[in-house]
């Protein structure tokens, strides 16, 4: 068997570097209690790996914090968080480690400045999303209307019209879907602004992962079931590819991908490393036997 890896998979910049900030935290606070606001990262691997240092998950609205927690370290991880939980935070006396991704925290700012412009705010993605959920109230504190649109369809919905808005996106949306609610919105809101807010990283692994599919027999998608960029990875895979499956660990690759001859791996942003070389070596031992 010949195993292949997309040039680009696993980890992006603000995920390794949320993961990083949490194993100091826990090396530089012996004494104290480390939390993460939210699971940390979408993937069960990483953060057993976390619990296991001894990082504990805090509710994403920060409501089962101690009201005095001075001597808790709390971690905000890479999607962010709305200024009330910034400020509940301050206000519980914690020790606050802001690992919020530097392209999340841009839109975050933007959609303020923008909201105190007198602009109204159009954030393309999921409604339910950590990162949707902070710079919405990034918009809204700044006394900004902003409305979530998840997909073209809401977009050709939205009523009432605004008279000046500018439109961002979520992180990790697909570049085909902003594009097609971008285009939907120009023909019903003349003076619209469009950012491009997507990360480039999601738009690099799709194109790793389909120039990966043009030289394999199957690809295994690794990631998190619920990693968002994780599912789109599939999506592209299971178009491109007759065989793709999405596994979480070793333990889930297919019988038959044991009897291909050639297998590509790709991986989601959430996606350690040392996940993505276990399930290399699996395939190389089930090959042997």
């Not at 001597?71 to 999607?79: E, L, S």
């Not at 910034?86 to 400045?113: F, G, H, Y």
């Not at 968002?228 to 491109?240: D, F, M």
């Amino acid at each position: 068997m010949t195993i292949l890896r997309a040039e680009i998979l696993g980890y992006c910049m603000g995920v390794r570097r949320a993961v990083e900030a949490a194993e100091l935290a826990c090396a530089e606070n012996v004494n104290k209690k480390v939390y993460t606001l939210g699971p940390l990262i979408h993937n069960n691997s990483a953060l057993k790996a976390l619990e296991k240092m001894g990082v504990g998950v805090l509710s994403a609205d920060a409501s089962d914090l101690p009201a005095d927690a001075s001597d808790c370290v709390v971690i905000i991880r890479a999607h962010g968080v709305p200024p009330v939980i910034m400020k509940k935070l301050e206000n519980s006396r914690c020790k606050v480690i802001n690992a919020t991704c530097p392209r999340v925290l841009s839109s975050q700012k933007r959609a303020a400045d923008f909201g105190k412009k007198g602009y109204t705010v159009l954030l393309a993605g999921d409604k339910n999303h950590g990162e949707v959920v902070g710079i919405s109230g990034c918009a809204r504190a700044s006394g900004a209307e902003c409305t979530v649109i998840e997909n073209h369809e809401e977009a050709a919905n939205l009523n009432p019209l605004p008279e000046q808005a500018i439109l961002l996106s979520q992180t990790t949306i697909s570049s085909a879907e902003y594009e097609n609610i971008a285009n939907v919105l120009k023909e019903k809101i003349p003076n619209l602004k469009v950012a491009n807010t997507i990360c480039p990283a999601t738009q690099e692994r799709q194109k790793a992962l389909v120039e990966l599919c043009r030289n394999v027999d199957g690809v295994l998608i690794i990631g998190g079931k619920n990693s968002a960029n994780t599912k789109r990875l599939l999506r592209t895979a299971q178009e491109l590819c007759p065989n793709a499956a999405l596994i979480e660990t070793a333990d889930e690759i297919p019988a038959d991908f044991f009897r291909l001859k050639r297998v590509g791996l790709s991986a989601g942003a959430s996606t350690p490393d040392f996940v993505i070389d276990a399930v290399e070596e699996a395939l190389n031992e089930g090959c042997i036997n």
